[in-house]
């Protein structure tokens, strides 16, 4: 191999790793850190099934069903159509997460949500987070661990709709 193909090489690598990469991820990125599940029921009883499963699955309550939509047009938004979001938490996992100094920034994405959404087509749709994801990306932390068991329940409770967690 000649200095000049060599060099060839190293460039074209630097601008793959600098440039198509990031670029990829970017595209990617949606669909890994955010699921969408259509829901075969309708809006009201989407909502109903996710928060009463929640509140039967062992040591998890629903906290609070926020009516997004309301909440905009009450403070000056535009019409969006129906939005729901299930707020939900488990308090032994909860005060696992928060119990050390060093893992309380994990508050931010607590308590839990579900997002519960009508599209102008009419069909209803179930927003989360990719739990497995952010799981794998914390692996070998005690975060990590707890999140494991968070998205093994989350599973349980969207069974109901063969939800499974993936990377993509």
Known sequence: MSKRSFIAGLVLGIVIAMFIIPFGFKIAFKHMMFKEVPSSYGFDKTVS?????????????????????????????????????????????????????????????????????????????????NGYLMARMMSGTTEGVIMESVVKDIESVMSFLHFRYTIF
């Open 49 to 129: 099934l996710i928060s009463n499963r929640i509140n039967h699955q062992a040591g998890w309550h629903v906290t609070n069903i926020i009516n997004q939509e309301q909440v905009l047009l009450d403070n000056g938004g535009k019409e969006v159509g129906k939005v729901k979001i299930i707020k939900f938490c488990n308090a032994k996992l909860s005060t696992e997460m928060l119990k050390a100094d060093d893992r309380k920034y994990m508050s931010v994405k607590m308590p839990l949500s579900i997002s519960v959404y009508e599209k102008s087509d009419g069909k209803v749709y179930i927003g989360l987070m």
